[in-house]
């Protein structure tokens, strides 16, 4: 992604607490090179292949994020409780989110590395919402994000919550990753 | 000058700047990068993609690649990994690859970067790897970054970081047998929860912590990534020292750094380890936390000794020390976490007999030294869990599938718990075999 855009829109994949690396990419699929595009998309398929049904597209769960044989969700957004991407070091979570068609995160916090890796690699934006947003969004809910007022419309509810704004990480989004931002900083000679 | 952690500290050094304070952000300079078989390659394209095809890394000295995790596989894709970090080590004339199927090969990074010399303190470690925050019980700042970052570092040897505030755990008392490390994270991940240090670091301080020997403090700085820590620091004293005197091969020079008098912490907690009992974390959540006498007598079907957090030498010891002269009533897999430690499986003796010798009389099975089924792998790696099966492991996470199949349920322990449980094949305190 380079430059987030203002506007966002799309469907919702609603997920708990604590979603770990491997649940968002299984170890076993990790023998894909992300660098190589072809084995970029598999990840796609893979994605959140690890989460427990019951846990899968809340509140009710047993709502699979894709069907087995498709590369892409039909979702743009995931709204998660606390802790997402805890775990793995793993790069290969953020990228797994990207390649399925995710854009937007939204969770109530991050674990930190996989914060890093999604905001250094430029795949999604990460957003924190001030409310428990995962107890109020449901799997399928139409959303819209005003990503410059950092506010979420869910047009299927109508209600609008407030998300905090993104701050230090959002030059580096804009500028598409840490190496486009290091060149904007001169930390590296283009 | 105002106090700083430890960690500050050779933060503030690594930016080239007399003071930082927790929440800055600082562009610092990197002592060695770490890479392995799952996110080098990655690695290595984000480093191609950004410099050039031709470019050379930022110092060949500085950059380690420990192949451990897919080694022992038929699959295609893994054994093509190993190809990528070969081919990369030639052309970039690294000295420090541990190729696989050669006498260098190690094993678990982790472990593997201690013993051939590459952890000293006061030193900036970064790895693609979240448990490379081991290396913080050598007093020196280890992190876990992924391949995008990597491919940053290759290229100029700098990153960015915020500075962590630090949290402090002091352990008083004296640690009784039937503890080890192992126990005491558990208990402090347990009370904090596994986001109770998303962004900070964790300094592990007190008599209890210094009375450990490098091995154990290794096991507390490993699994500080499990409550979300950034790094996990322990200050060098002589064990510290002579571990890395006696290590330091290639005579790179060091600079221990210490937590100033006065220095703020964030959180202090202290614990009075002669207190504590055996923990164990119950599936699926490395917080989850119970004492051994509240779950014991629970049904397993596996037992697990290996991986970066329990497969060191002390590891071993403990177990054997529970499992001499008994046989296994369910499936046991043991796992030395490198070469080194096979070897002295092989060598090191307990009532006449070798460590390995001791496993294998009890009916264990052994494997060869890899990340083996610690976070599940290709399906035929050595003790994956396969089916929906219940195990207890010496390993660091049970979220839902780490160690193979999505339903099978993992039980987090020390060694000695899960050599007592391997011998009744039930959750069982470590206590009723240690006379």
Redesign the interface.
């Known amino acids: 992604m380079s430059k987030i855009p203002n506007e966002i829109t799309g469907k919702a994949y609603v997920l708990g607490d604590n979603v770990d690396t491997d649940q968002i990419i299984p170890a076993e699929y990790l023998t894909f090179n992300p660098a190589i595009p072809e084995e970029y998309k598999q990840f796609g398929k893979y994605a959140l292949s690890s989460v427990p049904p019951a846990q899968s597209g809340l509140p009710k769960g047993n709502i699979p994020f894709h069907t087995d044989d498709e590369f892409v969700s039909p979702y743009t957004f995931i709204i998660a409780g606390k802790n997402f991407g805890c775990g793995s070091s793993r790069e290969h979570a953020p990228v797994a989110l990207d390649a399925a068609g995710i854009k937007v995160v939204i969770a109530e916090f991050y674990a930190r590395i996989f914060f890093r890796n999604a905001v250094n690699g430029g795949y999604l934006v990460p957003f924190e919402c001030t409310d428990r947003l995962c107890d109020k969004v449901c799997t399928g809910d139409e959303l819209k994000l005003d990503v410059l007022n950092c506010k979420l419309h869910n047009l299927t509810t109508k209600e609008i919550y407030p998300l905090n704004p993104l701050g230090e990480i959002a030059p580096i989004l804009n500028a598409g990753g840490i190496f486009a931002y290091a060149k904007q900083v001169g930390m590296l000679k283009s | 000058m105002p106090a700083m952690t430890l960690t500050e500290k050779i933060l503030a050094k690594h930016a080239k700047t007399d003071f930082v304070e927790p929440g800055q ?1 600082i ?1 610092i300079d990197v002592d060695i990068l770490m890479t392995h078989d ?2 080098g ?2 690695t ?3 480093f ?3 410099f050039g095809k031709a470019a050379k890394v930022w110092d060949p000295k500085k950059i380690v690649i420990i192949p451990d ?2 080694i022992f596989t038929a ?1 295609k ?2 054994n ?2 190993i190809d ?1 970090l070969r081919e990369f080590s030639q052309e970039q004339n690294l000295p420090y690859y541990y190729d696989v199927g050669t006498e260098k090969y190690k094993g678990v990074c982790h472990i593997a970067l201690p013993e051939e010399g590459h952890t000293r303190p006061g030193e900036v470690l970064l ?4 448990h ?1 925050c081991t290396a913080g019980a050598f007093g020196e700042f280890a992190t ?6 990597a491919g ?1 570092v290759m290229g ?1 040897g ?1 990153l ?1 970081l915020k500075v962590p505030p630090t949290m402090r755990f002091v352990f008083e008392g004296t640690l009784p047998p039937y503890l080890m490390a192992k126990d005491l994270i558990l208990a402090v991940i347990g009370d904090i929860g ?2 109770g240090a ?2 900070k670091a964790m300094e592990f301080d007190g008599p209890g912590v210094f009375a450990l020997n490098m091995e154990e403090r290794m096991t507390l700085c490993n699994m500080v ?1 499990e409550a ?1 820590g ?1 790094n996990g620091v322990i200050a060098p004293d002589k064990v510290t020292l002579d571990f890395i005197d006696s290590r330091n091969k290639h005579k790179v020079p060091y600079t221990p750094v210490y937590t100033d008098p006065g220095a703020k912490f964030i959180y202090e907690k202290v614990y009075d380890i002669s207190k504590l009992q055996p923990v164990v974390a119950k599936p699926h ?1 490395p917080d989850n936390k119970a004492f051994v006498s509240e779950v014991k007598g629970t049904k397993l079907d596996r037992a697990y000794i290996g991986s970066c957090t329990g497969g060191k030498m002390t590891d071993f010891r403990a177990a054997a020390k529970i499992m001499h002269g008994h046989s296994v009533k369910i499936d046991t897999f043991v796992v030395p976490a490198t070469t080194e430690v096979a070897k002295g499986l092989k060598t090191e003796k307990m009532h006449g007999k070798t460590l390995e010798q001791i496993f294998l009389d009890s009916g264990a099975k052994m494997g060869e030294a890899s990340c083996a089924a610690c ?5 035929d790696t050595f003790g994956r869990l396969n089916q929906a099966i219940r195990c207890i492991s010496t390993t660091n ?1 049970n ?4 160690m ?1 199949h ?2 099978a349920e993992v039980f987090l322990a020390s060694p000695l718990t899960v050599a007592a449980s391997a011998i009744t094949g039930m959750i069982t305190d470590p206590r009723e075999y240690l006379a």
């Open positions: 952000n562009w799952v996110c390659p990655g290595i394209g984000v191609k993609k950004h995790h897919y699959d894709m893994a093509r990994n990528v790895g693609t790897d979240s490379t876990g970054i992924g391949n995008t970052d940053f100029t700098n960015w596994c986001d998303t962004y990534i979300g950034k959540s976070l599940g792998g290709p399906s996470r979220f839902p599938g780490r193979g999505k339903e």
